[in-house]
């Protein structure tokens, strides 16, 4: 099950975009049945989430909160985790080059792309060393790419 909630003041956000990427990574991976949700929402509550969790004063784009680490990992092996995403972060993001598709293009084109980043987290994928970095943003670039065909 994967739940998409919008908090954030842009109302007008095709939630679906950012749904349809959870769901095409979590497929990726053979891991339909996991369950995801994902918080749409804006730089002041994902700065507080991020000072509370992480110690870092600052908006943030993308933070994913995965049930499968810390104590009791297995206790339910369906819920993979949460992840929350800044729509305003998103939203400066959009426009900027990358390595993906050279201009990453509308709101729910960034949301998604976080989204797939956020996933990866919670399925245990990391960018920590320069081996991980590689493994992850290869698998981020190929299933963005799915996203992208018509």
Known sequence: MIRVTNTSSNTS???????NAVQATLKAHDADACEVSVLLTDDADIRQLNRDYRGIDTPTDVLAFAMREGEDP???????????????TAARQTGTKDGL????????????????HGVLHLLGYDHQTQEESTTMFEKQESIFRLLQKP
Not at 102 to 113: C, F, I, N
């Open 101 to 116: 598709s050279g201009m990453r293009g509308s709101l729910e084109t960034e949301a998604a792309l976080l989204a797939v």
């Open 13 to 19: 956000f095709d939630v679906e975009a950012v749904y």
């Open 74 to 88: 297995d206790i339910n092996p369906i819920l993979l985790g949460d992840l929350v995403i800044s729509l305003e």
